[in-house]
Every structure is written in structure tokens, then in C-alpha cells.
């Protein structure tokens, strides 16, 4: 099997899970859906699964939250969505609108940035998927309209673009290009809303003095000139040791193809062959199979010397990840603890001074704790709850006025603070029987990609089968490996959770 071939199918199969992530295939469906033998696509599968992009479960082969890398290399070559988010954001902030960013993508647009206002009437853009050029704010904006589109507003007579349900009913935006310090336009910015809020001419005056700001500033910052990219590290090629053990079933010129993909990310701008080659340790013959592989799919273009990733990557799964709940990226991480502990496990949330559980994998067993999805409880009485105290300042923790819910909560202040206190400085809360008499707990936390702590995660049990030696000896090790892969997927998500 020719190397960039092999490259190339799974991409296919990638792809193929891909193009409807909500339907649960298993290696007979991606058969029919590639035209791969058997044999081929379990090769992949494999290969994929050992990378952590997809998932087996009972047959079933899912994407799997890793897989987001590929689409943050192209993010991360670009620079753009990292240049002009802020401002981005902070018009969705202003006007209390959701805003997006799209660029070209072929003939057609991709979202790269979503900047979303909660709301009952939400609008469901996902980072990565494709919009129809012709009938959305965004398109006009960047190609213009197409001839005879009845489009009273078009381009060439107006510096913005306008939807009035071009796309669906209710929906209607207001869009602006974005142009280069070249004077190319690299992306438009819209500004969206519903019917139900704004007419089109009541979104416009609403939207386009501040949009019209917005994009001056994003304009400003585009035209600034980009420093020269580091030289990439020396790496070491990572599929050698995965080659030796798994043997023929790892596609190893699978596995180098890709991390030459997100090699490319590696880098504003992008890298040379040599670059590429120095940044994954792999022979420039390679790299250069890889990159042709990639450019012959439209994942890839050469400018100059270097060579960039073009946003069709972000088709590789990266909408129907971006657009998971927190609830949706850690609960297979807490299939696969409860698999290794055989004790139940819980990922719970901050809100106001309660912890609120967001996913939960219970076993079975005749006592089990009774916890669902949304229960709510102290925060001050729980071992989550402690972690997710340990990342806020000492003045909130110091307006909690704790009450007994067992013979043991603590109940004094000091001794809260100090329980906080010292969960902050081991990285771990344990509690022992405060919140009801016979559950025992301890918990890790979870982080977002700036670091900052967004969640906790915990093994539950009864006090009488679990010592807390047992706990700290045996579970908190898992627990915290747990709370890593979770942090790891986190990373990948740029977007507010919920």
C-alpha cells in the first residue's frame, strides 16, 4: 500500500464519519460509504482510535474529541479567527447579538468563529460548517451577489451586505468584509439576529455603527505586520513506538500524514518542507508525500516557500465537535474511569454557591449514591465542590455561611477556608461523610485552555466499602489522569461551554 494512498483513505474514512456525526456507523457502513476493503477501513479504525480521533464503542466508531487538533492547525496557521476574535467577540458583547466569521472556502464559506448570545430562539452555526455563499450576509459580503439574485443591497453600492431570511425564515444579518493590510478581503464578519427581535432595517441601525468600528479595528490589527515564525523544534517521530507495538494492524504513514498536517499549525503562516520535516521528525520525502496528498485534496496550497492548511480541514469533524456541551466531552472520559475504578464518577459545575452535576456514570451495585444529571448540591459540603472553591479568590469563599448537613460538615468558616485552602495547594479534595452520612468522595479539577478551572470531576462510594487510603492510593491517581485527558479536550474548545 503507496504511503500517500494510505494517507488518503483515511482521510476518506475521516470524512466519512464526518459527513453525519449524528448517525452512529460501524466499519460495514464506512465499507459502503468509502468503497475501502475490510480489512483497509479496520486498519484505519485502529490507527485512528490509537490517535485518540475516534472512538469504538459497541461496534460503533466515533469522532472523538482529539480529532479537533486537525481543524486548530489550520485555526492556528491562518492567525486570522486569533487576530480578529477579541473584537469579534466583544461586538457580540456590545450589541447583544450572536456574530460569526467566515472565510472562503472554494467557491463556498466556512464559519470560523462563532461568538454566541444565549438565547430560547438560538442560532445553531457551528465552527467549521459551510454556508451557502449565495443566500447568506457573509457570501454577499465576500463574493458579492449573484447576477439576477434580487438582492437590493449589493456590494458594489454599499459597504456591507444584508440577509433578510436569504437562508431561513426569521433568520436575518448584516455582514462586512475584512481586508488585509494588501487590501484583500479575508474574511466577513456578521452580526445575526431573528425576526423576532429586529427587523432588517431596525438590526441595521442597530448593528452597522459598531460593526462598521469593529472591523476598522480587525482591519488595523490585519495590517500590522506579522512577526517572522519561530523555528519549529526538533521532534521525534512519534509513530515508531506505536508502529512496534500494534505491528501491521497501524497504518504508520497514516499517523506521520497526519501529524505532518498539524505540523502545519505549528506555525502562523505555516512551514517549509524542512520545517515540517524538523517539526515531526520525519524524512522531508515523507513530509513532501504527505503534503501533496494534502494539497491534491484541497487541504493545503503552497504560498511561496511554505505551505499552509486551507479551511476544507475544518470538514474533518471539527463542527460536530465544537458544537459539544461539556457534559458531551467528558462523559466518555468517565466511561473509561468507572471501566478502570468500578466506582461511579460525576463531572459537576460551579453555580452561585452549589455544585451542579453535568455528566454522571453510575454503577451498579445494591448501594449506590442517587445522583442525576442537574442535581445541585452545597458546594461547601462537597469534595467538586472544594476544587471548584479552590479556584475562585478567598473573598468568595469567605461569604459562604455553611450549615450542618451531617455530624461532620465542617461548618466554621476558618475551618472552610483552610478545607479550600488546602485543596488548592494538593490539587485534590476529599470529603468524608458531610454531605450525607456513608457517602465518601474525592475530586480533581478540570481546566479550560487558559488554565482556568471550569469543572470537577470525582469517584463516589459507600464509606463503608471504600477506606480513604483506598481512595488516595488507588482512585486519585486515575481521577487525575482523568481530569488530563478532559483538560486536553477542553484546550481544543474556544467557545463558552455549556
Known sequence: MEAAGTFERGLAVLRALSADPGRRLRATDLVRATGLARSTVDRIVATLARLGYLRVEDRDVLLAGPLMELGEAYLACGGLVDAVGPHADRLARALDETVSVAVRDGDGLRLVGRFARRRTMSIAFRVGDPLPADRCAPGLALLGPPAASGVSTPLASTPWAEDDQLMEPGLIAVAMPVRDGGGKAVCAVSVHSHTSRHTLPGLRAHALPRLRA???????????????PASPALAVDASR??????????????????????????????????????????????????????????????????????????????????????????????????????????????????????????????????????????????????????????????????????????????????????????GYALVDQELEEGVRSIAVPVRDRHGRVVAAVNVATHASRVPTEDLLRDVLPVLTETAARMTADLALIRHPLT
Do not use: C, N, W
Open 214 to 228: 469593529t472591523v476598522a479595528e480587525m482591519e488595523k490589527v490585519l495590517s500590522d505586520p506579522v512577526p517572522p
Open 241 to 426: 513506538a506505536a508502529k512496534q507495538e500494534l505491528g501491521a494492524e497501524y497504518l504508520q504513514s497514516l499517523a506521520r500524514g497526519l501529524a505532518v498536517l498539524v505540523s502545519l499549525g505549528s506555525a502562523r503562516g505555516g512551514l517549509t518542507l524542512a520545517g515540517a520535516a524538523k517539526a515531526t521528525g520525519l524524512p522531508r520525502a515523507t513530509v513532501r508525500r504527505a503534503i501533496l496528498s494534502l494539497e491534491r485534496l484541497g487541504y493545503a496550497v503552497a504560498e511561496g516557500a511554505r505551505f499552509v492548511l486551507l479551511p476544507r480541514v475544518l470538514e474533518l469533524g471539527y463542527a460536530h465537535l465544537s458544537g459539544r456541551t461539556l457534559g458531551d466531552i467528558v462523559h466518555p472520559h468517565l466511561v473509561d474511569q468507572v471501566a478502570r475504578v468500578r466506582e461511579s464518577a460525576s463531572v459537576a459545575v460551579l453555580s452561585g454557591d452549589d455544585v451542579v452535576y453535568v455528566a454522571r456514570v453510575p454503577t451498579r451495585s445494591i448501594m449506590s449514591v442517587d445522583i442525576t444529571v442537574g442535581t445541585r448540591f452545597p458546594a461547601y459540603a462537597t469534595s467538586m465542590g472544594r476544587v471548584l472553591l479552590a479556584g475562585l479568590p478567598d473573598e468568595h469563599v469567605a461569604a459562604i455561611e455553611p450549615r450542618p448537613l451531617t455530624e461532620r460538615t465542617v461548618t466554621s468558616p476558618v475551618d472552610l477556608m483552610a478545607a479550600v485552602r488546602r485543596a488548592r495547594a494538593d
